[in-house]
């Protein structure tokens, strides 16, 4: 069996850097058990992009249909509020988060993708009253004329659009008769409430059209306080955040501005030891997630357990071949514990960092939307934070909040970021870490490029901070707010 030792002077070599010299240190890895965790790592990670690119985006959800009518019903009911909003405003939000021809254009290709998946005659009417709606009257009388000649309940639909929509005036009767159908057809929400009240007004039944239009009003007007809430949280962060960061960049002839840990980059362990460590734990963490993900099929009280349990072997190996080996603990080795000396410049350094991701992912917006890119819908819905339990929308929110930032950021940054670190100079191994993480999410382009840039900003977080845990507050933190979002618009 041949060392893993070999592979130190490798990893040893710096650019551009002046690091301290790796303690020496050879655990005598086998080499072929090494190769081995390779292969299975690698197998693991092709496996699962080969998985995320032939699943049908529409398989992940389950009731896609649901799922897409309560998302794009609360979509357009925050776009009504808007309407009724002071201009400064709908200015505000359109720069923040974008045009309102934008999310119709959207949530139109959202349900036309579905159309064409879903046997429920419903998205059909729903997409209908999407295109109405944005002006598209003329393919909407044709598609209803279309209906009048196929299998219930496609001619009730027709009735429905052509009574809304063509203009022409509709007796009472006939109004109270479409009303009591369109009331068993669709649930309350903004498809709804559009059609009942276009009928009521081509009726003239003033006394159901205020009903309804007050109700309509009275949910808009709540989902836009939260989203007001969610958009003046967001925008508080990055003022005190962004002053941190145009101070420390006036003193930045000063590269201890920020920081507040012990931790050194590069670290003290052998980058050729630390990477052995990084693939024997990971091969190890892959087999353990596969055995988990059928397990929680029968049992998903076993999902709280997943994430600390596949990166327990990780962390092992890494106390025992990185961090005790240099006379190092966690604390010490990851910067966990701050001096009480810079507990004041700690509570600064944390919006600081939150403030750098928010103002990114905000450029970012632009950039793809002036590209006319979007995340697909079923990248961010999740069904545990909008219909589950509360029990079971615990267990996420702790996945979310606790274990996805803690693990990630020792296994990302800690240990991956750090290992780069001793060959390459912090951007380019941020670079590298960070693809590696955004790839592990398995999400589309854009999503790739929000985690990538986050990526990025953890790990310069961790080199001028010397510790991992504004890192980790400012992870849980991101992670908080996106959950706290969808339980706010979509849960309730």
């Given at each position: 069996?041949?060392?893993?030792?070999?592979?130190?002077?490798?990893?040893?070599?710096?650019?551009?850097?002046?690091?301290?010299?790796?303690?020496?240190?050879?655990?005598?890895?086998?080499?072929?058990?090494?190769?081995?965790?390779?292969?299975?790592?690698?197998?693991?990670?092709?496996?699962?992009?080969?998985?995320?690119?032939?699943?049908?985006?529409?398989?992940?959800?389950?009731?896609?249909?649901?799922?897409?009518?309560?998302?794009?019903?609360?979509?357009?009911?925050?776009?009504?509020?808007?309407?009724?909003?002071?201009?400064?405003?709908?200015?505000?939000?359109?720069?923040?988060?974008?045009?309102?021809?934008?999310?119709?254009?959207?949530?139109?290709?959202?349900?036309?993708?579905?159309?064409?998946?879903?046997?429920?005659?419903?998205?059909?009417?729903?997409?209908?009253?999407?295109?109405?709606?944005?002006?598209?009257?003329?393919?909407?009388?044709?598609?209803?004329?279309?209906?009048?000649?196929?299998?219930?309940?496609?001619?009730?639909?027709?009735?429905?659009?052509?009574?809304?929509?063509?203009?022409?005036?509709?007796?009472?009767?006939?109004?109270?008769?479409?009303?009591?159908?369109?009331?068993?057809?669709?649930?309350?929400?903004?498809?709804?409430?559009?059609?009942?009240?276009?009928?009521?007004?081509?009726?003239?039944?003033?006394?159901?059209?205020?009903?309804?239009?007050?109700?309509?009003?009275?949910?808009?007007?709540?989902?836009?306080?939260?989203?007001?809430?969610?958009?003046?949280?967001?925008?508080?962060?990055?003022?005190?955040?962004?002053?941190?960061?145009?101070?420390?960049?006036?003193?930045?002839?000063r590269t201890d501005v920020l920081r507040v840990g012990p931790a050194s980059l590069?670290?003290?362990?052998?980058?050729?030891?630390?990477?052995?460590?990084?693939?024997?734990?990971?091969?190890?963490?892959?087999?353990?997630?596969?055995a988990f993900l059928f397990a929680a099929i029968d049992y998903s009280s076993l999902?709280?357990?997943?994430?600390?349990?596949?990166?327990?072997?990780?962390?092992?190996?890494?106390?025992?071949?990185?961090?005790?080996?240099?006379?190092?603990?966690?604390?010490?080795?990851?910067?966990?514990?701050?001096?009480?000396?810079?507990?004041?410049?700690?509570?600064?350094?944390?919006?600081?960092?939150?403030?750098?991701?928010?103002?990114?992912?905000?450029?970012?917006?632009?950039?793809?939307?002036?590209?006319?890119?979007?995340?697909?819908?079923?990248?961010?819905?999740d069904a545990d934070l909008v219909w589950a339990p509360p029990s079971v929308m615990?267990?996420?929110?702790?996945?979310?909040?606790?274990?996805?930032?803690?693990?990630?950021?020792?296994?990302?940054?800690?240990?991956?970021?750090?290992?780069?670190?001793?060959?390459?100079?912090?951007?380019?191994?941020?670079?590298?870490?960070?693809?590696?993480?955004?790839?592990?999410?398995?999400?589309?382009?854009?999503?790739?490029?929000?985690?990538?840039?986050?990526?990025?900003?953890?790990?310069?977080?961790?080199?001028?901070?010397?510790?991992?845990?504004?890192?980790?507050?400012?992870?849980?933190?991101?992670?908080?707010?996106?959950?706290?979002?969808?339980?706010?618009?979509?849960?309730?």
């Open positions: 069996m041949r060392s893993d030792s070999s592979l130190t002077d490798t990893f040893t070599s710096v650019t551009g850097d002046s690091p301290t010299a790796p303690l020496p240190y050879d655990p005598r890895f086998s080499r072929v058990v090494t190769v081995l965790s390779a292969i299975v790592l690698c197998a693991s990670i092709g496996l699962f992009a080969w998985f995320m690119l032939s699943l049908p985006r529409l398989d992940r959800v389950a009731s896609p249909e649901r799922a897409l009518h309560l998302m794009v019903s609360r979509m357009m009911d925050v776009e009504e509020a808007l309407r009724r909003a002071p201009e400064w405003e709908r200015v505000f939000y359109e720069i923040a988060v974008g045009s309102d021809a934008n999310e119709r254009d959207q949530a139109i290709a959202w349900y036309e993708e579905l159309s064409s998946y879903s046997e429920d005659p419903a998205v059909h009417l729903n997409l209908a009253v999407l295109e109405a709606e944005s002006g598209r009257l003329s393919e909407v009388m044709n598609k209803a004329g279309s209906w009048m000649d196929a299998e219930a309940p496609f001619p009730l639909f027709a009735r429905l659009l052509r009574g809304a929509y063509q203009g022409e005036r509709i007796s009472i009767e006939e109004e109270q008769g479409l009303q009591a159908e369109l009331a068993e057809l669709l649930p309350a929400g903004w498809f709804y409430d559009r059609l009942a009240i276009r009928l009521a007004r081509q009726a003239g039944d003033h006394a159901l059209l205020a009903s309804v239009e007050a109700a309509s009003t009275e949910r808009a007007e709540a989902l836009l306080w939260r989203s007001r809430a969610l958009a003046a949280t967001e925008l508080a962060v990055m003022l005190v955040g962004g002053t941190v960061l145009v101070s420390a960049w006036l003193r930045r002839c590069p670290p003290r362990w052998p980058g050729g030891v630390g990477a052995a460590v990084l693939l024997r734990g990971g091969a190890i963490g892959a087999v353990l997630t596969v999902r709280v357990l997943a994430i600390p349990l596949t990166n327990l072997p990780l962390l092992l190996l890494a106390r025992r071949h990185l961090l005790k080996p240099a006379g190092l603990g966690f604390a010490e080795g990851f910067g966990l514990k701050p001096a009480r000396r810079d507990l004041p410049r700690f509570a600064t350094v944390v919006p600081a960092i939150m403030a750098a991701g928010l103002l990114g992912e905000w450029v970012l917006g632009k950039v793809i939307e002036s590209l006319s890119l979007s995340s697909h819908w079923t990248e961010w819905f615990s267990i996420s929110l702790l996945e979310y909040v606790i274990f996805a930032p803690v693990f990630e950021e020792l296994a990302f940054r800690g240990l991956l970021f750090a290992i780069l670190r001793r060959r390459y100079g912090w951007e380019r191994s941020a670079l590298i870490s960070a693809g590696i993480f955004a790839v592990a999410h398995g999400y589309g382009l854009v999503g790739f490029l929000s985690v990538f840039w986050s990526g990025v900003v953890w790990a310069w977080a961790y080199e001028r901070t010397g510790s991992l845990l504004p890192g980790m507050i400012a992870h849980a933190a991101n992670n908080l707010f996106v959950c706290l979002s969808v339980i706010a618009l979509l849960r309730f």
